[in-house]
């Protein structure tokens, strides 16, 4: 009783500090009886560290809770603090249940008429007919506060990566269905799918901080049945949402500034920054370091801002501009996906300005892989290259290229060998190699270790003309 008294003290000490929250889960262990251990991961952002909210249990069954919370990251100046809850849930049953924050209130001067905060998150964890496995949700995560000058255009890209491959969409909340209180948007922004914030130039009387109230949800690619611990099946359509998960945080329309191009005022990122979107393999137990570089010619880079799980660490890099992102998963976290979003921040003082949103997604695996060669800028997106922390894995099977034996078989008319096949052959697997090699120095382009990967296509270059 006591520490409830004095959250709400911390609580009501600070009028207008609320920035926003999100929530997401995760299915761990389901028992022979049917109860189910669930992972939920929220982010909650004041303007101290010490405040603090609790979510409460509103519908369905939401069993008993276990919860783990520390910072995230803080903005340099106080301006706000992110924290991560990591709640436990043992519930006796699959059946949706729905956990609700209340509470009051946003930061002051916020723009579209928000006061008193609100979220709600439904929580469906109900064996899928198409995976075989427990519904998961979307996955995402957002900072507490995203500047843009009134006079540049800006999109801002969130994160909606759907674990079970679903199709995933945002849309700003509903008033009457108590997903925020009241759930005004802002005039400033327009969405588009899966999940665009767009921002159009606008006068200085628009100018401050508005609170964005987002619902992010996903729907099966085809029609699915969701069966519950009891045997009892219901039916979902592409129509119908299967999870329900709050995405909120304060968009600032700053003054405007002279230059909108990235790389002037506004920081631009460089190589090795991975490209929005990414996907990342972190093996449990080792650190991944994720290198982070801009630049901004008339203003100074101060810092990097970033929204990810517990114990991330940022550190400055080796050159100005550049900054490191670490972080260690542990063998609870293996199997599951991590967003980290992040945006580097630069000032001319009072100003501050803020580069485009970029978000990754991490997926936490038992060992490392074999073969890598250092990322790209952006990436590239072919099937057989992914991305791990700051390289690429690239597997590539030389025995495929290698197959010429049916072309080097082939006969004359007067049943001899004919050579033609083989030259045939030779030439098609020189013309592989070669875009091996090519492809090698595209894929690690300005880093040493490109030339191992060129040296090893020659070799198979040399071998095959022999």
């Known amino acids: 009783m006591y520490l409830s008294l ?34 939920l991961r929220y982010k909650l952002s004041f303007r101290s560290c010490t405040d603090a909210d609790t979510w409460d249990c509103v519908s369905g069954d939401c069993g008993t809770e276990s919860l783990a919370l520390d910072t995230v990251d ?4 106080g301006e706000w603090c992110q924290v991560e809850g990591v709640m436990i849930r043992q519930v006796s049953t ?20 928000v006061s ?9 964890l109900r064996i899928r007919s198409d995976t075989d496995r427990a519904n998961r949700s979307p996955q995402t995560t957002i900072l507490p506060a995203l500047r843009v000058p009134s006079n540049c255009q800006r999109d801002f890209n969130l994160l909606a990566f759907d674990p079970d491959g679903d199709t995933v969409k945002c849309r700003y909340g509903n008033t009457a269905e108590d997903e925020c209180s009241p759930c005004t948007p802002p005039s400033v922004l327009s969405i588009s799918q899966p999940c665009t914030l767009s921002f159009h130039t606008t006068s200085s009387s628009n100018e401050g901080p508005y609170a964005v109230q987002l619902v992010l949800e996903d729907f099966p690619n ?24 709050p995405v909120q945080f304060v968009v600032k329309v700053d003054p405007a500034v002279t230059s909108c191009t990235e790389g002037h005022y506004l920081p631009k990122f460089l190589p090795p920054t991975p490209a929005d979107r990414a996907h990342l393999y972190a093996p449990v137990n080792e650190s991944l370091e994720i290198t982070i570089n801009a630049e901004a010619t008339n203003s100074q880079v101060s810092e990097i801002l970033y929204s990810a799980p517990q114990n991330t660490v940022s550190q400055p890099g080796s050159v100005a501009g550049q900054f490191i992102l670490s ?24 100003n501050k300005y803020h ?68 030259i045939v052959g030779i030439v098609f697997a020189i013309g592989i190699a070669i875009a091996l090699v090519v492809g090698g120095v595209l894929a690690a382009r300005n880093h040493a270790r490109t030339q191992s990967a060129v040296q090893q296509a020659r070799q198979e270059l040399q071998r095959l003309r022999a």
């Open 74 to 77: 803080k903005e340099s100046s």
């Open 355 to 422: 580069s485009e949103l970029r978000c990754v997604i991490v997926s936490v695996i038992s060992q490392s892989t074999t073969t890598a060669l250092p990322s790209t800028f952006p990436p590239i997106t072919t099937a057989d290259i992914t991305t791990r922390a700051n390289t690429t894995q690239v597997d590539v099977n030389i025995a495929e290229v290698n197959n010429t034996k049916g072309l080097d078989e082939s006969r004359g008319p007067d049943g001899k060998n004919s050579n033609v096949g083989k």
């Open 6 to 39: 004095l959250l709400l003290q911390v609580c009501s000490s600070q009028a207008s500090h609320f920035f926003g929250t999100m929530m997401t889960f995760n299915p761990k262990n389901i028992t022979a009886d049917g109860a189910v251990t669930v992972v």
């Open 222 to 245: 085809q029609a699915i049945s969701l069966t519950q611990t009891n045997g009892l099946e219901t039916r979902r359509t592409t129509d119908d949402a299967l999870s329900k998960l």
């Open 116 to 124: 008193n905060w609100r979220a709600l998150t439904l929580v469906d």
């Open 94 to 113: 699959n059946a949706p249940f729905q956990l609700r924050l209340d509470g009051g209130d946003w930061i002051g001067n916020i723009q579209n008429g």
């Open 327 to 350: 972080w260690t998963p542990s063998e609870e976290e293996e199997g599951e996906d991590h967003p980290i979003c992040f945006v580097v921040q630069a000032v001319n003082d009072p």
